[in-house]
């Protein structure tokens, strides 16, 4: 399986297993990327950690996450927000162009061969979803080269993160 897949697969059920981490920070309007760097850096090691080849790399140039061999390497962005649909706080636009300025920083960082990932996260997203956040999604899309994956997470009744991972152009 290739690297790329092993990271975005392990990201993803880390990020369903630790639901209960993403209501708590979300039912406080808090971020919570803090723990999911640290849980990702901890997942990757659990996984890859074994084989002398890969190296996980927190923090170089400026990037939140580098996984590598010898002939491949991921650069990992990761952005959390909470929203503020049914609550008062900052913009998401403020969010969406942070997500944004994470895909442009890695389009420009990336080798010829690397891949660039933002890793990001929106809670909550109620259900119905806002007329608005079809706009914020878009805006991010089009800084993207394609999405890698996306995931619904239930929080309580009505209430998801929605979870996106998105290669660079």
């Not at 990201?11 to 760097?37: F, M």
């Not at 849980?39 to 659990?46: A, G, I």
């Not at 929203?83 to 997500?99: A, D, I, L, M, Q």
């Not at 010829?112 to 979803?129: F, R």
Request: with cysteine; hydrophobic share 45%.
């Amino acid at each position: 399986m290739p690297l790329v897949d092993i990271v975005i697969d392990k990201t993803v059920e880390l990020a369903l297993s630790g639901r209960w981490r993403i209501a708590t920070c979300a039912a406080h309007g808090v971020s919570c990327e803090g723990w999911l760097k640290v849980e990702v850096l901890h997942s990757l090691y659990e996984a890859l950690g074994s084989f002398s080849e890969i190296e996980i790399i927190p923090e170089a140039r400026n990037v939140d996450l580098t996984v590598q061999t010898r002939t491949e390497r991921l650069l990992l962005e990761l952005k959390t927000f909470p929203t503020n649909y049914g609550r008062t706080g900052k913009p998401v636009t403020n969010f969406v162009e942070g997500v944004v300025r994470d895909l442009e920083k890695l389009a420009r960082l990336r080798g010829s061969s690397d891949i660039g990932l933002a890793v990001w996260m929106a809670y909550v997203i109620p259900e119905p979803v806002p007329a608005t956040w079809a706009g914020h999604l878009a805006k991010i899309e089009a800084a993207a080269a394609k999405t890698r994956r996306s995931e619904r997470i239930v929080l309580w009744e009505n209430a998801f993160a929605n979870l996106y991972i998105m290669e660079s152009k």
